[in-house]
T-cell receptor, first 115, second 114 residues
Framework: GAGVSQSPSNKVTEKGKDVELRCDPI?????LYWYRQSLGQGLEFLIYFQGNSAPDKSGLPSDRFSAERTGGSVSTLTIQRTQQEDSAVYLC?????????????FGPGTRLTVT | AQSVAQPEDQVNVAEGNPLTVKCTYS??????LFWYVQYPNRGLQFLLKYITGDNLVKGSYGFEAEFNKSQTSFHLKKPSALVSDSALYFCAVRDRAGANNLFFGTGTRLTVIP
C-alpha cells in the first residue's frame, strides 16, 4: 500500500517568507508526527497529533512554527518569517497508536533551504 | 528526561565481518526501543523494535539488537556485513509512561568496505 508522502520534496525560499509543508499519512494511521533533521543532527521532534486530541506542540522551536491536521488525515506544517536556521529536512511520520504495532513510518522528507 | 546516545559517529567494517552499532539510552521508566536506517536521499526505514519479551530482537535485512536493561543499551548487530548495509543508522527511545514521540540519537554512519 501507499506509504507516507510529503510535498514538496525540495523548497528554496527567501528569508522572511512563509512556507507550507504537506504530509499525507498512511491511511488509517491515527498518529502523525513532524520531525526536523538538521545537518549532522539527529531528528528533533516538533509536534504530534493523535486522533481528535489536542496536539502535543512541545517540540516547536518558536511561535513561527505551527501545524494543523485536517479531518484526521493530511497535515500542514507552516513556518512563518523563515530564518536561515530553519534550513533542514522536515520529516513526517505516521503510526497506529497501539503498542504492538507502534513503529513510525516516515515519509521521504521536505528539504527546506532558506537563502 | 529521555535521551539516546550513539557514541560513534562513524563505523567502518569489512564486508563479511560482523558489525555492531552502539546505542545507550536514558528514560525515567521502561523503554520502547527502535532502530531505523536511512539510505541516501531516502526517508527513515524501520528495522526493529523492542517492546517487551525476549531481549534479543530480530529485524529486517538480518539485523538484530539486544536489550540490556542493566547497561541501558540496545546495540544493533549483524553477523556478516554487506556493502549494501552502508547507511546512516538511528537509535530511538520512547518512555512507556511518557510522551508519544520518539527521541532519536544523532546517528551512526556505517560504511562496509568491499
Amino acid at each position: 500500500g501507499a506509504g507516507v508522502s510529503q510535498s514538496p520534496s525540495n523548497k528554496v525560499t527567501e528569508k522572511g517568507k512563509d512556507v507550507e509543508l504537506r504530509c499525507d499519512p498512511i491511511s488509517g494511521h491515527t498518529a502523525l508526527y513532524w520531525y526536523r533533521q538538521s545537518l549532522g543532527q539527529g531528528l528533533e521532534f516538533l509536534i504530534y497529533f493523535q486522533g481528535n486530541s489536542a496536539p502535543d506542540k512541545s517540540g516547536l522551536p518558536s511561535d513561527r512554527f505551527s501545524a494543523e491536521r485536517t479531518g484526521g488525515s493530511v497535515s500542514t506544517l507552516t513556518i512563518q518569517r523563515t530564518q536561515q536556521e530553519d534550513s533542514a529536512v522536515y520529516l513526517c511520520a505516521s503510526s497506529e497508536d497501539r503498542v504492538e504495532t507502534y513503529e513510525q513510518y516516515f515519509g521521504p522528507g521536505t528539504r527546506l533551504t532558506v537563502t | 528526561a529521555q535521551s539516546v546516545a550513539q557514541p560513534e559517529d562513524q563505523v567502518n567494517v569489512a564486508e563479511g565481518n560482523p558489525l555492531t552499532v552502539k546505542c545507550t539510552y536514558s528514560v525515567s521508566g521502561n523503554p520502547y526501543l527502535f532502530w531505523y536506517v536511512q539510505y541516501p536521499n531516502r526517508g527513515l526505514q524501520f528495522l526493529l523494535k523492542y517492546i517487551t519479551g525476549d531481549n534479543l530482537v530480530k529485524g529486517s535485512y538480518g539485523f538484530e539488537a539486544e536489550f540490556n536493561k542493566s547497561q541501558t543499551s540496545f546495540h544493533l548487530k549483524k553477523p556478516s556485513a554487506l556493502v549494501s548495509d552502508s547507511a546512516l543508522y538511528f537509535c530511538a527511545v520512547r518512555d512507556r509512561a511518557g510522551a508519544n514521540n520518539l527521541f532519536f540519537g544523532t546517528g551512526t554512519r556505517l560504511t562496509v568496505i568491499p
